[in-house]
T-cell receptor, first 113, second 112 residues
Framework: DGGITQSPKYLFRKEGQNVTLSCEQN?????MYWYRQDPGQGLRLIYY???????QKGDIAEGYSVSREKKESFPLTVTSAQKNPTAFYLC????????????FGDGTRLSIL | AQSVTQPDIHITVSEGASLELRCNYS??????LFWYVQSPGQGLQLLLK??????LVQGIKGFEAEFKRSQSSFNLRKPSVHWSDAAEYFC??????????FGTGTRLKVLA
């Protein structure tokens, strides 16, 4: 079955450490997204990518970085510059444009050690 | 500014009762509207979508939503709630070319 796979499900970060969250999709979708979810704040857009080798900052990109070297993959790095990284991170993908819904992975919960 | 408002943070209903979750949006052009459901520790699952045509949209799990342009609303309804419907519900609008805007969610609790 097609879908989005996020790994790991749980991740712990030490002070000063960069960590990378994986997102892979086999839906052949062009667009991919990273969201951060905090209680009571809904989903906030970190980065999105419309095509390979191109990506745009979302509303809360500071302290995060991404790459899009393959259509199927859109990893997110949480850098040491992100001072409050504890959150639930969701990856999503979609076909063409916002007329179509997004498909979501099951998320990665990041915590600070 | 483009925005989505879900005015109810929490809603509690008894099993078998009807449900309505409110969603208001602010968007200048024709909106593309979605409702998603999220169980704890999981991703979001699409319930239904609207982008044109009949303003009453049917979705999965017995849910429906009505688009009212004059009220900028897209409320989600279900005639009879089941205990398994307890979850968090998000309304979203497709804005621009690739960006989606989400509401802050409504957490539904179902009493037995």
């Amino acid at each position: 079955d097609g879908g989005i796979t996020q790994s790991p499900k749980y991740l712990f970060r030490k002070e000063g450490q960069n960590v990378t969250l994986s997102c892979e999709q086999n839906l052949n979708h062009d667009a991919m997204y990273w969201y951060r979810q905090d209680p009571g704040q809904g989903l906030r857009l970190i980065y999105y990518s419309q095509i390979v080798n191109d990506f745009q900052k979302g509303d809360i990109a500071e302290g995060y970085s991404v790459s899009r070297e393959k259509k199927e993959s859109f990893p997110l790095t949480v850098t040491s510059a992100q001072k409050n990284p504890t959150a639930f991170y969701l990856c999503a993908s979609s076909i063409e444009s916002v007329r179509q819904p997004q498909h979501f992975g099951d998320g990665t919960r990041l915590s600070i050690l | 500014a483009q925005s989505v408002t879900q005015p109810d943070i929490h809603i509690t209903v008894s099993e078998g009762a009807s449900l309505e979750l409110r969603c208001n949006y602010s968007y200048g052009a024709t909106p593309y509207l979605f409702w998603y459901v999220q169980s704890p520790g999981q991703g979001l699952q699409l319930l239904l979508k609207y982008f044109s045509g009949d303003t009453l949209v049917q979705g999965i799990k017995g849910f429906e939503a009505e688009f009212k342009r004059s009220q900028s609303s897209f409320n989600l309804r279900k005639p009879s709630v089941h205990w398994s419907d307890a979850a968090e519900y998000f309304c979203a609008v497709g804005a621009g070319t690739y960006k989606y805007i989400f509401g802050t969610g409504t957490r539904l609790k179902v009493l037995a």
